[in-house]
């Protein structure tokens, strides 16, 4: 036998071990973060409605917020809420001047509100994009878009979802 030469089955038991072993170091220094981790899932099992307030709030704080110029499409009937398909135009000149300068969509049911943040700017050309969301039952979606002036102005929609995604709390 030719030195560090093993069969098969030694080596896939190696592989077993090492493995094993990693994974119980990992837990084992894992356990430090577990207090953390313990807040972290109790809030992705709490997939309750917000309100409008709870929703924007921690984006617009205490700016001015409007319902124009934002026109949010999602279809009110979703048969799969793994892949619902989303999207979004902004009236907007797109210039240095005045421009978008984030998009946040937001779920109202979702275990994690903030479903996506764009970032644009006057390079954008066009505030538009097209996108899939993951949604938890019937709700409600909010597309925020920040402007260049700090203000905040949004559009909101109702879908049904008929096979929830994220949680069982559809």
Known sequence: MRP???????????????????SLGGLWAGSAKA????LTLTGLAEARLRTFEEMVRPYVQTQELKKERV??????????GHMVPLSLKIDSPMTEESHITHVYL??????VPMMAKFVMGPWTGRAELSTRV???GNQSVIALARLSDGNF???AQEVVVTEAACVDNG
């Open 106 to 111: 937001i779920s109202q049911r979702n275990p």
């Open 4 to 22: 560090f030469s093993l069969s098969r089955r030694q080596s896939l038991g190696h592989l077993l071990k090492t493995s094993l072993a990693a």
């Open 153 to 155: 102005i949004y559009d």
């Open 71 to 80: 026109t949010l499409s999602l279809p009110m009937l979703a048969d799969n």
């Open 35 to 38: 207090q953390v981790d313990k």
């Open 134 to 136: 993951r949604l938890s």
